[in-house]
């Protein structure tokens, strides 16, 4: 162990985990530590303080550590400008480059700490250097354009992942990423009904996204009902949803089998194409609400009641609809304004969508995960929210009952 | 193709799947067919039938085809008795002895056809000569006795697979074995809700298999309503199910989590041993509810208002309680006992109580089976009800809708 | 029942299902009908006839069931000529468009029977009448351009459900589209060796759809011989797929994951992120491949030996690479080339390619579908091939037995 | 906060999650706390010390924080002995028991620490103390005598939750309870197989867990092998593995499937029947190996090679067999035995009976889960085991594998 560096962590590290994570990672990787002081927060109000020299074979041993010790939060003891290169071409970048967690995160920049503003994980930050004051934001690869100045390397970068709330922490679990199928679902969807109530009295906004499956198992009208009442500000979806939706109001049927008596389940799709077809013909949604020719539903109450929605484009779309966003990358750059701009996210019964808009999301945004399949819940948490809440449950009976509690 | 035999089958054997089974069967198995006479039913009520010759290489391999066109309703031409055998010793049943499917199914015993009694899959079929009149039912193996009349091969019996309602199938889909989860979840429980209702106004019982998750989801109040208000007759659970609605009465918590503050969500399973203990203490279930320790709850239901339950042991139980019958022979005869009383089952969250309820169930019987794993409901709705629903959704939201919709 | 319509079905319709369906679409949708004639195949290799006379209360009633009874394969019993009305405007057909079912299909122009060119399901039938001979081929509803002689109605058209195989139906199963998960697995991936096998020896094409799973479970380098070897001829994924495979070349990493030694299993995605921008400034796969930079793997065989890979875009892509086409609609046209060229479809994990690819294929393609989730296995199978194996294993274990079946 | 207590915590109570689970148990649960000393090991090899005062509003509500603490590893300050309280009957506990974890535990009896004997997680700890040396030990529910000397309230216990090891953690995760898909799956299986290699090395017992889907999926044989070749000491099963097992060997097919053709894929079970019929007329499994009845297979060969097999009744059994344990008491006892004397658990497509092996497993014991379904796998690490591997793969693949692994 002929090489070494000391990090330091300071703030709520043993209860938020990370201190157990800075020793795990030192020694699942090889490497040694020495404690070289310790200072332990007396209470739940206080701060502890660790500051720890890490030992390594060599540099190539060491440095993997110390970027993992980073990313989860330690900070180097003797804090050094951040190091910028230029990037050598489009969407090219310099070696070594800084690739962020979704943590809030700061750069130091001529002796200055600044903010990473629009922190997302797995992105270049970019430094603007000209003008004032000096400014550093989230680039995602594609976005990199030649000569940028692109953070490399993990000197003179702060990363703070969030720290346990004081007190119990209610419905939304600390980093919890598990998901529990042994909770009463009612006494559950009541405490979501609350946050979502919270965010909205604060002045926050709640974005939806929402699946086909919203509209299939009967939920579209309870979700139309949450938008009307302004209990939802935007909706994040593909064009399969909005394509349910429209012909749920057009046609009376979601998939050809009429929602109310659920006759005539088969397999046609023709109303499905029909209701694409015409609001083709009237020129988009917006169009298609205003020449009556959709009266309810989700995408009504948007038009009408002028909430943001993004319809991202896919492969498997029929289609699609004019509004439909079938390039992969404008959808994403649509699809993170949406995110940045939430405060609280309810995904629903939608895997594709709920990672691209979870992909987009700092730590520090609460997330409400409904799906019926349990593995979809467990891999959406696993992103990374602080504050999540998984439910494993109908979003035909979640939809309705989070309706009720909160319009009443 | 040296050897053939003549079959027949009546009915309506085109829409209810059974000359697509015959012709599939014989070419499945290598055989071969000549159709010697087919009459088709002209209008939706009337019959039709088809003789049909069925070839094969040899006995060996005639053999197999015919047991399968057999089992699926098909009859030998030309009818004798059925072929009598004593079984060998106890529990031992006699070569070639005649395994029964789940449909109602006759034998012939001196030219006269003779309902086979208690029908359910995978038994011996007993005669009792002795006495008047003639009677046949089932046997599983373990209640043979040596020397009963065991039915060997295939003549002289008679298989009646249940045949496609006239007209549109409504919520039951008639053999479907699938699960749609594109279904409006509201609608679908309304039509169960409807089921059990024209089920106890024909005087008919509805019997509950219900999991431990009924009460982790919360589920266990709207349950216990159910049982109050008349619409449950009878309840099949484990151990696990009684022990959780009793620590809820007796400690307001379920797995040691207050079930409406959500608090504390410890491990412990302290309230769990504590519930089995008091009950074994006070002499059982409904000395425990005499006494006054159990005052709400589904088994607090059953034993007020005399409604019979069965509880199964498995080797996964804590305690268990002194009601919980632990000997599977003698819990299987109590489960078969339910299964054969009941018109509808309702199969709620629990696959080994489902298993157990569905193997002595006749394809007769309407099953409704929900659970949250699509897997759990395609397995149970394989095992043959010619009339079944299945619902993939959250127990701890469906039962509470169930019992509005029927106690309004 | 005041109006009628007589239709007729042919061919090997009891064991093929077609009655059974045709008697039931009637009975469900509130029909009656009465069988003016039927003749029965008196043997295996025999056709059948029916010719049925369908009953509805009024034109409301009867054409959705005609409609039904038509995409099931019956005819209308005196052939008129299809009806074609002009598309209104671009991507807009006109009222009462006939909307395809994935079987093989015919069109009357003129007197003529002519088959519908690259049949795909959910699309419209255009007929080219100028020029010699006349040409009906599916369009999209985005391909539609304003004047297309667009097929509208039921008239004129002739839909051919295959037919079950005569003789045992093997490993492919006919039109099963359920899943048994209690078939020996090496037995299985054996049958599916000697199907493509026997495709590869016939001169057909094999299509491998392949999701990101399939490297990270560690089947990457049997894949790739696969590739190698000859045995696929054009691998359809995602961005995802392609950057893992070429990270794993590059880094020996997957996810940032040692795939051997299984060390450092770090959240860290910066191999994934180098990948992409290492690739990018080369100016493309096939320019990464021919310096060097990828010398291994799925990609690498694919230039290297020629065969046709289309990358399709999604929201949730990181990068993406040149070579990643982000445009859905562009995407789904390269996907569509890809799937008519297909003779055999391997579908590895990958539920969003896999149900872009399956939309586009026709029900007389084989399909094996391998996933570790039973209900994608299912939603893939229930898509429509008549001809199709689905297994529930680990693409892990899957790839390297069928490698080894294959190549030995 | 008018009330207080002091606990201690000692080891390796960072890495190993005691300091963050002691901080978040006394936040949730509404205490406070102050660290009264805390002395951090300096390496890895140190261990650490931490003296905790815990407040909270009353005794009602310190009582249950410090038995959380207390189960997680803390024990109180100042030692008195373990206050022991008489079973006021048989099957019941005093009030107060103390319900154990399934860590390494001891109690104090006159001044001594006392190991508790054959730990498992919620039982009772009953102290002999008749007879020199006094002894502690478990005991369930159900085997609580009147008169039992049990243990109750937290004093006087010490409870060891195992360490983290020192180093890098290999395949087996420390306490990680989370199941990752994202390993690749052969070099999963040879570092389980080298865990197996090196359990046996060290003369440990090696016991298999195996559901009927071992032989379904076509893994008999190779288990059967692992059995012979000396890599399995005990298997605990259910009726159905063993029937399904044997009637591979007696008829060659496995629920009336041919196992290598996978012809006659028909429902019945006439065989499965037979299987048993014929097994109980030989008198048993030995019997039916020594008369030749049965000569190859799992159960075959743990009757040659004397290798212990608990067989465990279920209400879904058919039969059973006159092996099967029928009552679930009897049944657990012995699996209880099976359990305590193994070193290493390999579980194998058996959600039930692995969780009655799982509850009367110590933390300190291996444990490796195999099953397809990700949730089962999930929910049987998250029981507690200490190093444990899960795998959601396939078994049909999985143990071949592993037999070629380490039989080669």
Known sequence: MSTSEVVELEGHIIDSGLMER??????????????????????????????????????????PILHELHQSGATLAAPTDATLQPAPADRVVPDGFYSTTNHPTDVRVDGEWVPVGNIEMDCAVVVEDEGEPTRARTKVLNAIEAGDHVVTGDAGIRVKPPERPRGSSGPFGFMRGGVSAERPSESTIRRVAESIAETKAEGGDVLVVAG?????????????????????????????????????????????????????????????????????????????????????????????????FVLAGSI?????????????????????????????????SSLLHSVAVGNCLPSTTRVVCVDINPATVTQLL??????????????????????EELVR
């Open 22 to 63: 800075a020793f795990t990672v030192v020694m699942d990787m090889g490497g040694e530590f020495e404690v070289e002081e310790f200072r332990v927060g007396k209470h739940s109000d206080e701060a502890s303080y660790c500051r720890l020299r890490v030992f390594a074979a060599d540099e190539a041993g060491l440095h």
């Open 212 to 308: 086909p499956a919203v509209i299939h198992s009967g939920a579209g009208p309870a979700l139309a009902e949450l938008v009307r009442e302004g209990y939802v500000d935007a909706v994040s979806a593909g064009n399969g949803f909005a394509v349910h939706d429209m012909e749920r109001s057009m046609y009376g049927t979601s998939l050809g089998m009429d929602v109310e008596t659920m006759e005539h389940p088969r397999k046609g799709h023709k109303h499905h194409i029909y209701t694409i077809s015409q609001v083709a013909r009237a020129g988009g949604i917006e169009a298609a609400v205003e020449e009556g020719l959709v009266d309810e539903g989700v995408m009504y109450e948007c038009v009408t009641n002028d909430r943001e």
């Open 316 to 348: 498997r779309d029929d289609g699609p609809l004019p509004d439909t966003i079938t390039d992969a990358v404008e959808a994403q750059n649509a699809i993170r304004e949406q995110a940045h701009d939430a405060d609280l996210v309810l995904m629903l």
């Open 382 to 403: 696993d992103r990374g929210s602080a504050q999540a809440v998984g439910m494993v449950t109908d979003v035909g009976m979640f939809v309705p009952t989070l309706a």
